[in-house]
């Protein structure tokens, strides 16, 4: 069964109690839930949250030998690392970026993201919701 990788950044261990006026009330467990839901029968859900960056490199190097995609959260890191980004582009297949608020209506700096240069969608802005639409949509493109 083919595995989707579901990619975490810093701070999001605290979803529901950070900002909850920005990211609602939902928790990280709530948002697993919803993955595994959306993936129904068709794949299995590998759902990890760090706050390192060097961790997050390396569950994507991971990925690369045991999954047929990657959706990422990358958080602050979005902004920040190259290093992210250099592993995303090691990876052959799709990547879905995810952003649980609209990053476009935010601070200047949150405009720009390293990931985008490499990811095959970008959700933004539909809350938590936005994963299970990017974990539908790396099936999509998986068949």
Same mark, same amino acid.
């Given at each position: 069964?083919?595995?989707?990788?579901?990619?975490?950044?810093?701070?999001?261990?605290?979803? #529901? /109690?950070?900002?909850?006026? @920005?990211?609602?009330h939902e928790?990280? =467990?709530?948002?697993?839930?919803?993955?595994? %839901? &959306?993936?129904?029968?068709?794949?299995?859900?590998?759902?990890?949250?760090?706050?390192?960056? #060097? /961790?997050?490199?390396?569950? @994507?190097?991971?990925?690369?030998?045991? =999954?047929?995609?990657?959706?990422?959260?990358? %958080? &602050?890191?979005?902004?920040?690392?190259?290093?992210?980004?250099?592993?995303?582009?090691?990876?052959?297949?799709?990547?879905?970026?995810?952003?649980?608020?609209?990053?476009?209506?935010?601070?200047?700096?949150?405009?720009?993201?390293?990931?985008?240069?490499?990811?095959?969608?970008?959700?933004?802005?539909?809350?938590?919701?936005?994963?299970?639409?990017?974990?539908?949509?790396?099936?999509?493109?998986?068949?």
């Open positions: 069964m083919k595995t989707i990788y579901v990619l975490n950044g810093p701070n999001l261990n605290l979803l #529901g /109690q950070r900002q909850p006026e @920005i990211y609602g928790t990280l =467990a709530d948002v697993e839930t919803m993955c595994r %839901a &959306a993936a129904e029968d068709k794949a299995q859900i590998r759902f990890l949250q760090t706050n390192w960056e #060097g /961790q997050l490199v390396d569950w @994507i190097q991971e990925a690369r030998g045991e =999954a047929c995609g990657i959706v990422i959260n990358p %958080a &602050a890191l979005t902004h920040s690392s190259v290093a992210v980004l250099d592993a995303l582009n090691m990876f052959d297949g799709p990547v879905i970026e995810v952003h649980i608020s609209q990053i476009h209506k935010r601070e200047p700096f949150r405009h720009f993201s390293y990931v985008s240069q490499r990811a095959d969608g970008v959700v933004a802005g539909f809350g938590v919701e936005g994963y299970p639409a990017a974990v539908r949509r790396v099936l999509s493109l998986t068949g």
